[in-house]
């Protein structure tokens, strides 16, 4: 079982609405971050939390909004997406070193039409 | 800059094979960290080991072993006896010391065990 969880699975939005992602971990990690992938590519990062703060945001669209309410928790605000924002989105923490791996959720599959 | 290169974007092996998959990494720090990750068609990316600068030993884990080589700047990764189960996009990744969170991933190499 994946200790990092992300709600929902998969999504299917319009351009118009408003809808949220969501990750939960509950290992004790303090740097949670947001990647992008998608198929036949590498994840691409977008955001980076530590300690609660944004301390990398690899110059994503502000259709994109992430927050971090606690040290356990990771959304990600999405609004006026394209249909080129279909992807899949995957949470992950680590112990925010860069010895430390990356713990993955199963992600979140985003169909934007 | 740091990047990982994966030459081979798919590689097709009959089961019990042995199959090698290859990682090529750049980069100017002096410490960094390199990374194995499996991801099913789940989804879920599945870290499988990490490797620090320092410490050039192989790993075996299993089917698993890992060859670190400072001297070509390669990482590479062997399943020995491959399964159907080990089907799947196998990425390699670095990070350096100096840049904390910033994981480069290489683009993937996709794995097909066939029976």
């Known amino acids: 079982d994946t200790e990092v969880t992300q709600t929902p699975k998969h999504l299917v939005m319009g351009m118009t609405n408003k809808k949220s992602l969501k990750c939960e971990q509950h290992?004790?990690?303090?740097?949670m971050y947001w990647y992008k992938q998608k198929a036949k590519k590498p994840p691409e990062l977008m955001f980076v939390?530590?300690?609660?703060?944004?301390?990398i945001n690899e110059s994503v669209p502000s259709r994109f909004s992430p927050e971090c309410p606690n040290s356990s928790l990771l959304n990600l605000h999405l609004h006026a997406l394209q249909p080129e924002d279909s992807a899949l989105y995957l949470c992950?923490?680590?112990?925010?070193?860069?010895?430390?791996?990356?713990?993955f959720g199963n992600g979140t599959r985003l169909t934007v039409t | 800059a740091q990047k990982v290169t994966q030459a081979q974007t798919e590689i097709s092996v009959v089961e019990k094979e042995d199959v090698t998959l290859d990682c090529v990494y750049e980069?100017?720090?002096?410490?960094?960290?390199l990374f194995w990750y499996k991801q099913p068609p789940s989804g879920e990316l599945v870290f499988l080991i990490r490797?620090?600068?320092?410490?050039?030993q192989n790993e075996i884990s299993g089917r698993y072993s890992w060859n670190f080589q400072k001297s070509t700047s390669s990482f590479n990764f062997t399943i020995t006896a491959s399964q159907v189960v080990d089907s799947a996009v196998y990425f390699c990744?670095?990070?350096?010391?100096?840049?904390?969170?910033?994981?480069?991933f290489g683009p993937g190499t996709r794995l097909s065990v066939l029976p």
């Open positions: 980069t100017r720090d002096t410490t960094y960290y």
């Open positions: 992950a923490s680590s112990q925010e070193r860069a010895y430390s791996p990356l713990h």
């Open positions: 290992m004790g990690h303090r740097a």
């Open positions: 939390y530590s300690y609660e703060k944004l301390s």
């Open positions: 990744a670095l990070s350096e010391a100096n840049y904390g969170q910033n994981f480069v």
């Open positions: 490797r620090n600068s320092f410490d050039e």
